[in-house]
């Protein structure tokens, strides 16, 4: 595991993939991924496996949020622009209550990268170009509360041939001491 920090953003090296495959669902707690994280996890895989035989992403088509219904709160979901922008299309109410706004509609560029503290443009730029997931760890000091620790994990989505990234689904969990 490698852990390497960009713009209040640090990124966790660990094979998200591999820890679920290898514990599948017996494992619920995981020292840095919370279950959330997991279930997301579990479910991009499944989807995965069904068009790629598990070595490409799934899918946008594939991907319905009612399969995922528990973990719904804490997803985020970005349909990338053909400018490398990104668009929320979904804010969940707990990803919502972290960063204090609703980000549904709001439109992430280069030059406007930062939305509730985060910088989602760092955040989602590299899962839309390497296409695989990306785990992070962050921090917010929003002035509703005290500062937030979070883990987030986030998944490309492609388009039905399979050849560019069209979404991005994340999964944003306050990590509580």
């Not at 209040?8 to 840095?32: F, P, Y």
């Not at 994280?37 to 991907?63: D, E, I, N």
């Amino acid at each position: 595991m490698y852990i390497a920090a960009t713009s209040g953003l640090t990124t966790i090296g660990l094979d998200v993939k591999a820890v679920a495959r290898t514990h599948g669902a017996d494992l619920q707690q995981h020292s840095l991924l919370p279950p959330q994280v997991l279930a997301l996890t579990r479910h991009w895989l499944a989807l995965s496996g069904k068009t790629g035989g598990g070595k490409t992403p799934p899918a946008a088509a594939q991907f319905e949020m009612m399969d995922v219904g528990d973990i719904v709160p804490y997803l985020t979901i970005l349909r990338v622009n053909p400018d490398n922008t990104f668009t929320f299309t979904f804010t969940g109410s707990a990803v919502s209550a972290i960063i204090g706004e609703d980000l549904t509609g709001r439109t992430v560029t280069a030059g406007q990268a930062v939305l509730g503290e985060i910088d989602w443009f760092r955040r989602c730029r590299p899962v839309a170009e390497v296409a695989d997931i990306q785990v992070l760890a962050g921090a917010i000091s929003p002035s509703h509360t005290s500062p937030i620790d979070f883990i987030a994990a986030d998944f490309p989505l492609m388009d039905d041939a399979g050849g560019a990234v069209t979404e991005i689904v994340g999964v944003t969990v306050a990590r509580l001491n």
